[in-house]
């Protein structure tokens, strides 16, 4: 069972920072990931989704290997990547894969322009190595699927990076 959390940060430089130090830790086995995407509420506030992988492209890609093949079979290769591609990436258009995309720009829509926010479907993970890895950018939760027990930790590492990062300031406790 995957659990979702999505962290929000000041800027999508960060987030897009801390999720691809999550995909260094993926190779490294620490964590597993089922989706990972950054949602930014730009400044005119309009919502930008930063996926990983498309879904249209892949479905675009698959579809034009498959048209090729069977266009082969009747003499008419480039018809059938064609229509495979075009086939494909409207399937893929319709697939939502990871994390729902509406459910994303929702929460964006409660972002401060300038701001943007990591969510995360975790498949397993090693939190004790994990969480202080990303602890070190700050941020603070917006939402998880995570036990109380656990969400409370992640959110006492997050606010005690936080106030480390700042000069001055204490954790409270």
């Known amino acids: 069972m995957s659990h ?3 962290i929000a940060y000041p800027d999508a430089n960060t987030a897009i920072q801390v999720r ?3 995909f260094a830790m993926q190779k490294e086995k620490l964590i597993t990931l089922e989706d990972a995407a ?4 730009q400044q005119d506030g309009n919502i930008k989704l930063h996926q990983v992988a498309s879904a249209v492209g892949m479905g675009a890609a698959g579809g034009a290997l498959w048209g090729g093949l069977i266009g082969l079979l009747f003499f008419m290769p480039l018809l059938g990547m ?3 591609a075009a086939g494909g990436a409207a399937s893929g258009k319709m697939t939502d894969l990871g994390v729902d995309d509406k459910f994303m720009k929702d929460l964006g829509e409660d972002l401060t322009p300038g701001t943007a926010a990591l969510f995360l479907l975790v498949v397993k993970s090693t939190p004790d190595k994990v969480v202080p890895e990303i602890a070190q950018y700050g941020g603070h939760i917006l939402k998880t699927s995570l036990s109380t027990e656990a969400e409370t930790r992640l959110r006492e590492t997050l606010e005690a990076a936080e106030a480390q990062a700042r000069p001055g300031t204490q954790p409270q406790g």
């Open 82 to 84: 064609a229509l495979g």
């Open 20 to 22: 691809d130090r999550l």
């Open 38 to 41: 950054v949602v930014e509420r």
């Open 4 to 6: 979702l959390v999505a």
